[in-house]
Nanobody, 114 residues
């Protein structure tokens, strides 16, 4: 299983970015996929999940601003981030738990300036 994240970058507060996570070696449609983020010196924090039945869940701090989605045919997970805040600055990782193992992408850096 490989997860390749992309789409990070620099944005101003109030701006938008869209993250993508391309998966290989796994059937996306039958798995819950997640986005996490981490600031240096802090624990990795769960941000959002997309379940196999289409349900989305979010940490409270991003509700109403972030949208998780997936394209199963393209094996790609997305995170649309709107109205970004400086507190969203972190390295973002896609994740799947499959066959008793955790798989992580390499992460993509998001930096939001005030």
């Amino acid at each position: 299983v490989q997860l390749q994240a992309s789409g990070g970058g620099l944005a101003q507060a109030g701006g938008s970015l869209r993250l993508s996570c391309k998966a290989s070696g796994i059937v996306l449609s039958i798995n819950t996929m997640n986005w996490y983020r981490q600031v240096p010196g802090n624990q990795r924090e769960w941000v959002a999940s997309s379940t196999s039945n289409g349900r989305a869940n979010y940490i409270d701090s991003v509700k109403g601003r972030f949208t998780i989605s997936r394209d199963n045919a393209k094996r790609t997970l997305y995170l649309q981030m709107n109205n970004l805040e400086p507190e969203d600055t972190a390295r973002y990782y896609c994740h799947v738990h499959w066959r008793s193992r955790d798989y992580w992408g390499q992460g993509t850096q998001v930096t939001v300036s005030s």
